[in-house]
């Protein structure tokens, strides 16, 4: 395990130029970058071939660190950018990662119809329940009544799901992780990535410096061990009732289905449009030649 993990650290990080991080100790992102390039590696793709995206937020960084194609777009926007990539380059193997104010504040509109679009890339959105880079302000998923620097008195509104949104949006392939069940995630990665259409992969991680220390939720070692006591395989929270999922979550695969792919029939409309142009051109060509004839 040692030796393999030398050599993901020797083969995948820019670990001569952007290293020491500037991720608090004890951030789950870490977790969920290892995981991502423990995927990658299982898959031998090949890194001139990976393209990795993020927006703003402590998630944004990690593309820095990897050494992939690799872009810091603005706010929200790290799914448009992917879009463009895989239009332009559909052969190469996309894939964002995300905070959840990121993806799905901002961004939401642009997660939404990505999903619609069932484009062909994959989506990692690291939930922490907050905006931990900027100050601790509640995100759509911080929960109701927890604390922030926006909410000082309780958050009054309730947060939603980003799982099932992607779900009922249209994704292909959805499913939830944690940065507790790191070989869970791997799989979960693996899956996403060798998945056609777009898929999602949300983890929940722990924000022990904002979300934490406000709502005294422990430390980075209490946050993470919470999500080993809460988390529910989604086989085992489907015989579950309501009431005993209550303060629970379900983590594993929510939705793996088949789909059109947006990028494969754009090339389809693409080639007709152009089948059909050369048919005019041609047709006109022709008729010209008969009125100068006659």
Request: contains cysteine.
């Amino acid at each position: 395990m040692l030796e393999r993990a030398e050599l993901i650290r020797q083969e995948y990080l820019r670990h001569d130029k952007k290293f020491p991080h500037v991720w608090c100790p004890g951030c789950g992102n870490g977790i969920v970058m290892n995981a991502l390039l423990r995927a990658i590696h299982h898959l031998e793709l090949p890194k001139d071939n990976v393209v990795l995206a993020s927006g703003i937020g402590c998630s944004g960084r990690l593309p820095t660190y990897v050494d992939f194609n690799t872009i810091h777009t603005t706010h929200g926007r790290a799914l448009t950018f992917a879009t463009g990539v895989k239009l332009a380059k559909p052969q190469l193997t996309v894939i964002t990662v995300m905070g959840d104010g990121d993806a799905t504040a901002i961004g939401g509109n642009h997660f939404i119809h990505a999903a619609r679009r069932n484009l062909n890339l994959t989506a990692i959105i690291i939930n922490n329940n907050t905006y931990g880079m900027t100050g601790g302000q509640y995100s759509p998923t911080t929960p109701y009544g927890s604390k922030s620097t926006t909410s000082v008195y309780g958050h009054v509104e309730h947060a939603f799901n980003i799982a099932e949104l992607a779900v009922v949006a249209g994704a292909s392939f959805v499913a939830r992780g944690t940065v507790y069940h790191a070989n869970h995630l791997n799989t979960m990665i693996q899956q996403a990535i060798t998945k056609r259409g777009f898929s999602v992969v949300e983890v929940i991680s722990n924000c022990h410096v904002q979300h934490g220390r406000r709502n005294k939720l422990g430390n980075a070692v209490q946050m993470i061990n919470s999500f080993k006591e809460n988390a529910v395989l989604v086989s085992k929270a489907e015989k579950m009732t309501a009431e005993e999922m209550k303060g629970k979550f379900s983590i594993g695969v929510l939705c793996d289905v088949e789909k059109p792919v947006s990028t494969e029939e754009y090339d389809r409309v693409r080639q007709a449009a152009q089948t059909e142009a050369i048919r005019i051109a041609e047709e006109k060509a022709k008729n010209g030649v008969k009125r100068y004839e006659e």
